[in-house]
Nanobody, 117 residues
Framework: QVQLVESGGGLVQPGGSLRLSCAAS????????MGWYRQATGNEREWVGH???????DYVDSVKGRFTISRDNRNTMMYLHMNSLKPEDTAVYYC???????????WGQGTQVTVSS
């Protein structure tokens, strides 16, 4: 079992920056990959990006060049660095991990990001 606790959400002005954190505990040695989803009110949950075991990252087109995912060496902390934020980025952001061997996912509780003047 892996438990994920997110933090760092809040209100930010358009063009501003924010860093979300995801702290993993439990069987963290089993984590294969980590990533982020987001869900805006009235919309489906949208994949934002992930980081692979080799450290490479992938992102949805709408956040490329603005968002950066990073993690520590033991997969105990993951971050989503968000720059040049837009109102369209307003959503609840969820971190997740993928367990190696069979692909099970565990999710964080979500943290609200609101981009508004």
């Amino acid at each position: 079992q892996v438990q994920l606790v997110e933090s760092g959400g809040g209100l930010v002005q358009p063009g501003g920056s924010l860093r979300l954190s995801c702290a993993a505990s439990g069987s963290t040695s089993t984590i294969y990959a980590m990533g982020w989803y987001r869900q805006a009110t009235g919309n489906e949950r949208e994949w934002v990006g992930h980081i692979r075991p080799n450290g490479s990252t992938d992102y949805v087109d709408s956040v490329k060049g603005r968002f950066t995912i990073s993690r520590d060496n033991r997969n105990t902390m993951m971050y989503l660095h968000m720059n040049s934020l837009k109102p369209e980025d307003t959503a609840v952001y969820y971190c997740y991990v993928v367990i190696g061997g069979w692909g099970k996912k565990y999710w964080g509780q979500g943290t609200q990001v609101t981009v508004s003047s």
